[in-house]
């Protein structure tokens, strides 16, 4: 995952295909970022596979968007639409 920060807006380019190997690297990224966030922005529409670590990683960061009243988009693609309904679980963002 490719990830800018500008000021206090955070954009978050992912893969096509998101393995384990990419989630481990993008963990550690990701333990850095700063609670200061007012907006995040992922931009996965372009996930073509997707493993359940990434996944996880995924719904971390929504949670984590959630606890901290931070405004964040998700641009979702198919494949990881498909392992929410796998797991039950809505990658739908709250509006702030």
């Known amino acids: 995952m490719d990830i800018d920060i500008t000021d206090t807006i955070m954009i978050a380019d992912t893969p096509a295909?998101?393995?384990?190997?990419?989630?481990?690297?993008?963990?550690d990224r990701l333990r850095q970022l700063s609670k200061n966030l007012t907006q995040i922005v992922v931009r996965a529409e372009n996930i073509q596979e997707i493993d359940t670590a990434y996944f996880q990683?995924?719904?971390?960061?929504k949670a984590f968007a959630d606890q901290q009243h931070i405004p964040c988009t998700m641009e979702l693609s198919s494949a990881?639409?498909?392992m929410g309904l796998l797991y039950?679980?809505?990658?739908a963002v709250k509006k702030f």
């Open 17 to 27: 295909e998101c393995t384990i190997v990419e989630a481990e690297a993008t963990a």
């Open 57 to 61: 990683i995924l719904v971390a960061l």
């Open 80 to 82: 990881v639409n498909d």
């Open 88 to 91: 039950g679980i809505d990658l």
